[in-house]
T-cell receptor, first 112, second 110 residues
Framework: KQEVTQIPAALSVPEGENLVLNCSFT??????LQWFRQDPGKGLTSLLL?????REQTSGRLNASLDKSSGRSTLYIAASQPGDSATYLC???????????FGRGTSLIVHP | DVKVTQSSRYLVKRTGEKVFLECVQDMDHENMFWYRQDPGLGLRLIYFSYDVKMKEKGDIPEGYSVSREKKERFSLILESASTNQTSMYLCATGGSYEQYFGPGTRLTVT
């Protein structure tokens, strides 16, 4: 059974820092990995989708990488801003299923 | 852009009431999902549907049922609401293995 772990569970950084959020999964036979952002009391917003044949995806200040062999993905946020404060979740869809497995998320606070 | 809407953002119901949560998507996706999210427990799958009138139980289906009469609409039903069903409920839809979420419904059962 696929398990997804996100470390750290919480992170507090000053504005302007570059930071890395980690997502690890136990079964490397995945179709894709998706990163989401969730603001308090809101739904999940899709940030980046990496398909199994890809190594990375970029959107603005965000860059997500995927290393299937080691069961890891990282979300890199450049020049963090207070507006980046949110919970970031990763989800993996494994081979043979269209049901994603979610991590518990990393709660990020960027303070001015 | 994919749009997923949920019938209510906030809902307060009494114990024992029958509760309907509705979700509508505009992307013609086959797959639709209902999750609940609680602090410290993460996202948990209640039910999912891969086609009209088709449904499968997720990890925590007890106390819930679902209905999918049309492709774009997936309803979650709490047959007799209880206080332990107070939670954030999230609907999602998926096409080619990518998920899109609605804004969520914060349900409080008193």
């Amino acid at each position: 059974k696929q398990e997804v772990t996100q470390i750290p569970a919480a992170l507090s950084v000053p504005e302007g820092e570059n930071l890395v959020l980690n997502c690890s999964f136990t079964d490397s036979a995945i179709y894709n990995l998706q990163w989401f952002r969730q603001d308090p009391g809101k739904g999940l917003t899709s940030l980046l989708l990496i398909q199994s044949s890809q190594r990375e995806q970029t959107s603005g200040r965000l860059n997500a990488s995927l290393d299937k062999s080691s069961g890891r993905s990282t979300l890199y946020i450049a020049a963090s801003q207070p507006g980046d404060s949110a919970t970031y979740l990763c989800a993996v869809i494994s081979g043979g299923s269209y049901i994603p497995t979610f991590g518990r998320g990393t709660s990020l606070i960027v303070h001015p | 852009d994919v749009k997923v809407t949920q019938s209510s953002r906030y809902l307060v119901k009494r114990t024992g009431e029958k509760v309907f949560l509705e979700c509508v998507q505009d992307m013609d996706h086959e797959n639709m999902f209902w999750y609940r999210q609680d602090p410290g427990l993460g996202l948990r799958l209640i039910y999912f549907s891969y086609d009209v009138k088709m449904k499968e139980k997720g990890d925590i289906p007890e106390g819930y049922s679902v209905s999918r009469e049309k492709k774009e609409r997936f309803s979650l039903i709490l047959e007799s609401a209880s206080t332990n069903q107070t939670s954030m409920y999230l609907c999602a839809t998926g096409g080619s293995y990518e998920q899109y979420f609605g804004p969520g419904t914060r349900l409080t059962v008193t």
